[in-house]
């Protein structure tokens, strides 16, 4: 499995960006993906995936109402559309997948095997 995450960049707070992940390497659509970030100093966190039945997107509490999930399996590709930018939101967001297992918590880091090399998402006050 291989991830290509793009599309990050510097914007101004209250700005808006849209990240894409591109899977390639297996059958998508059985693999959940999801999206983390890193910020400077600090330990890598989670911020959006859909479960392992595809009925329920999470999102870190930090991003409800501002992020927005989605993915299309035809294009074997993620998104993460960000609005409302914040300063706190500036971090390396990297997207990750993992074999699809029911019963799974994939908001947590651990339960992914496969990781993209992430993309710079800076916003500036």
């Known amino acids: 499995v291989q991830l290509q995450a793009s599309g990050g960049g510097l914007v101004q707070a209250g700005e808006s960006l849209t990240l894409s992940c591109a899977f390639s390497?297996?059958?998508?659509?059985?693999?959940?993906m999801g999206w983390f970030r890193q910020a400077p100093g600090k330990e890598r966190e989670f911020v959006a995936s859909r479960n392992w039945s595809g009925l329920t997107t999470y999102y870190a509490d930090s991003v409800k109402g501002r992020f927005t999930y989605s993915r299309d399996n035809a294009k074997n590709t993620m998104y993460l559309q960000m609005n409302s930018l914040k300063p706190e939101d500036t971090a390396v967001y990297y997207c990750?997948?993992?074999?699809?297992?029911?019963?799974?918590?994939?908001?947590?880091?651990?339960?992914?095997?496969?990781w993209g090399q992430g993309t710079q998402v800076t916003v500036s006050s």
């Open positions: 390497g297996r059958t998508a659509s059985s693999y959940v």
């Open positions: 990750t997948a993992a074999l699809s297992r029911p019963y799974t918590d994939y908001t947590l880091r651990n339960k992914y095997n496969y």
